[in-house]
């Protein structure tokens, strides 16, 4: 059940809304709370630092009396139904929703009936194409998934849901097929560049993490859980192989650079402050093995980017466009 109709965008308000469906949803059915002992829970929730107001707690508590949630007298308010208050979503956020579930990647995720019944509750959102407000200029064209890609998708999402290693035959860059790989996923990501997936692994023989695109993965298995001892022991080994300094950068918005740059690295930790109105300064946390694959991402950007540390990482762009000119 949701409290219909509430478009409240500002943070401090959503903040409150959200303390008061964690408070609505704690109350038991018939259960009575005094109007000030409702607002003395939603203040812990969102720390007393947070504006309050009473105007919007008492529109609250109207609207849930509206749907039937709560019933109120003499400033004491009871709970009345047995279902649990979720958190309405925004017209900007239906808009949002309907576009996403018209996208091909949805498949991924959802069945298709399942897909087809949340458009008819869409049906009254207004329909507005975000790929004529967007410019994808740079971007690679959106993909189509058939029925095995999306089946491999769905195992290796469970595998790293439920910690579980996986067997697999894997083709690397060169076409060449590597037959009963047995890894452990942790991690799927999304180039927005190249527009495909990627499976983050741990190779335990090798003690590294690596990359694979999921589109070379096939004939997967699911294979025996591994203990919270051993994930933890992963994810710190996983730490330790990070660069210990960032890639720190200036990008000068030629071009639309700034935009493009997120776009490119958008699958790695980064810090970004504005130095200027057209320059940020950026800093790119990555694992060592993913070194010559930004570096080359980064060259692409030519005057629009300065790296300024560290210094292994300059070194190498100044052999790299050397190497360029000597061909040349």
Not at 129 to 137: C, E, Q, W
Request: net charge negative; hydrophobic share 40%; proline share 3%.
């Amino acid at each position: 059940m949701a409290l219909y109709e509430i478009e409240l965008m500002n943070q401090y308000h959503n903040r409150h809304l959200i303390a008061f469906i964690i408070v609505l949803n704690s109350l038991k059915t018939n259960e009575n709370i005094s109007r000030y002992e409702m607002i003395d829970h939603i203040k812990k929730i969102v720390t007393e630092n947070s504006p309050y107001s009473d105007e919007l707690i008492d529109t609250l508590i109207d609207k849930a009396c509206e749907n039937n949630i709560l019933a109120i007298s003499k400033g004491i308010i009871r709970r009345i139904s047995k279902e649990t208050v979720l958190l309405p979503m925004t017209l900007q956020e239906k808009i949002y929703l309907k576009n996403i579930l018209k996208s091909p990647y949805v498949l991924l995720f959802l069945d298709e009936p399942v897909i087809q019944e949340l458009l008819e509750k869409l049906s009254d959102v207004p329909k507005i194409d975000f790929s004529k407000m967007i410019d994808f200029t740079g971007i690679s064209k959106e993909r189509e998934f058939d029925e095995a890609y999306i089946n491999n998708f769905r195992l290796l999402m469970q595998a790293v849901q439920e910690r579980r290693k996986i067997n697999f035959v894997n083709i690397d860059a060169q076409g060449i097929p590597h037959q009963n790989v047995e890894r452990f996923p942790f991690k799927i990501e999304y180039s927005v560049i190249m527009r495909c997936f990627w499976l983050s692994l741990w190779n335990q023989k090798e003690k590294r993490p690596f990359k694979a695109n999921i589109s070379r993965i096939s004939e997967i298995q699911l294979l025996d859980r591994i203990s919270d001892e051993e994930y933890q022991t992963v994810m710190n080994m996983m730490e330790q192989k990070k660069e210990q300094h960032p890639i720190v950068m200036i990008i000068t918005d030629k071009n639309n650079a700034i935009e493009r740059i997120n776009l490119m690295f958008s699958m790695y930790h980064k810090k970004t402050e504005r130095i200027a109105d057209d320059k940020i300064k950026l800093s790119l946390s990555y694992y060592n093995f993913d070194e010559n694959e930004i570096i080359d991402g980064i060259m692409s950007f030519g005057t629009a980017v300065q790296v300024l540390s560290p210094n292994r990482v300059i070194e190498k762009i100044k052999e790299k466009l050397t190497a360029e000119i000597l061909l040349s």
